[in-house]
């Protein structure tokens, strides 16, 4: 009887397109393992509602596994350990897994547990999950090369699972496990296959008709996007499942569309739309894949110094909680504690204002949101915090305005209203900007600017100007100028028109 081999699931909590689990179950007998790991899930990106969303994925797995004779195995522990303790209780001698482009401590995690598998005569063996490449030396032919995987036919899910039999098992593990404090949501999402892909099916055939034009207000956009990201964040579906399942879409569009018979709404330009976002998603993570520092440093480190030693926190807090009063921040603030999720445009205004308005470095900012945002990818995430704070070197310095963005997406206040209740009583014409009521106008409207919602923590255009006179000042030194070419060189993305630049700029600002 040959040795088992051993099925590590991290953020791939699924078995359809899981190459790892189709190859270790075509040798024999697996065990399948997740691991909770304390030293993950008590670091200061991970929040409670992180385990709440996985502990969900991994109940329907388990019973999506035991339908095909296989058995999940949790335990918890640092994963060398782990596995060690298996290999003696199994005697596994190989190891399937996907890469993962995680945070610091997993990437720790992962040259451990490499060292144990080469000290214990265990072979690893990683497949890839996104369209991300290890040890990448140049950009140039990079989106050629995701075209082609994720063009390649989905792994098939086993039909039939050996599991090997009387391995412990500790179970699902909750908050209380590890004194986390569980976050009160209601609108909060649901971890799971079919979840992901009841959004999935809904998003192509009904939800993502407008997308282009809903994803920019917070209100429209929450049903408007495909709101697919935690799954994908948490391995539900494959990146490979979600593309071909566009492209299939994208298909039938045209087909449709040449018979005279188009389907209502704007599809060609969201499904446009959606492929581009679908590219981004692992062009960003490829950044954190080949430049893991920028998870704690500026990606151009010309930039150092330039807010580190004047964090404001007061500032910082009045932020976090929604009460800085400008109704847009507060109310995307507020919106996001309260469900996990906030779509892409409104991100890039309160990590803008956080970072020019409130002049915060963006490392406190952006842990403070990787633990807000239910679907929470390191890879993305630093990426995109550090672009939306010009710390990047290389891109447009975009400084929001709240009021702007109040009164073009949110023009009749009804997102602010629905999230900033104090402000319920002020008419539209005031909404974005409610501080330039009068008294009486105030006495009307029910609210009192200073006592019942807070004046503007500052004062917009002279923090607007403050902002960007820093940040061009650092920007025009030689250094920073040859730093750019750099950075660019090695995370910029080959564009090959002017009229794709200008998109991918739009891209930038809407998300």
Known sequence: MSAPSLVWFKRDLRIEDHAPLTEACANGAVVLLYVYEPDIIGGEDFDADH?????????????????????????????????????????????????????????ARDLRVSDWARSSGVRWRQYRQFGVTRKLKERDGWAARWNVMMAQPMELAPKRIDSLPGVKDEGICGPERFSLQARARTLAQVGGVIQGRLLLKSFLTERGAFYQSAMSSPKSAWTGCSRLSPYLAYGNLSMRHVYQALKARRQKEREQKAAGRASPGEWGKALSSFDKRLHWHCHFIQKLESEPEIEF???????????????????????????????????????????????????????????????????????????????????IHYSQVQMQSGTT??????????????????????F?????????????EH?????????????????????????????????????QARVRAVRRTPEARAEAQRINTKHGSRRRSERQRRGDRRFARQG
């Not at 290389?394 to 400084?399: D, E, G, P, T």
């Open 297 to 379: 440093e500026n990606m151009a480190r010309s930039h150092d110094g330039l807010r580190e030693n004047e964090f404001d926190q007061e500032r910082f807090e009045a932020w976090c909680a929604g009460v800085t009063g400008y109704p847009m921040v507060d109310a995307c603030m507020r919106a996001l504690n309260a469900t996990g999720w906030l779509n892409f445009r409104m991100r890039a205004m309160v990590v803008s204002f956080a970072s020019y308005h409130l002049w915060l470095h963006w490392r406190p900012t952006a842990l403070y949101l990787a633990k807000a945002f239910l679907d929470y990818e390191p890879g």
């Open 416 to 428: 602010i209203r629905q999230w900033v209740p104090e402000l319920s009583g002020v008419p539209d």
């Open 393 to 414: 070197g290389i891109n447009a310095i975009r400084v929001y305005s709240p009021i702007k963005q109040a009164k073009d997406q949110d023009p009749e206040g009804h």
């Open 51 to 107: 385990l709440r969303f996985l502990n969900q994925s991994l109940q329907e797995l388990q019973e999506t596994l035991a339908e095909r004779g296989g058995e999940l195995i949790c335990r918890v522990g640092r994963a060398e350990s782990v596995l060690e303790a298996l290999r003696k209780e199994t005697g596994f001698t190989q190891l399937f897994s996907h890469e993962e482009t995680g945070n610091a401590l997993t990437y």
């Open 431 to 467: 909404i974005a900007e409610p501080h330039r009521m009068t008294r009486d106008e105030q006495s009307k409207a029910g609210v009192w600017i200073g006592e019942t919602y807070p004046e503007p923590i500052v004062e917009h255009l002279v923090a607007y100007r403050h902002a």
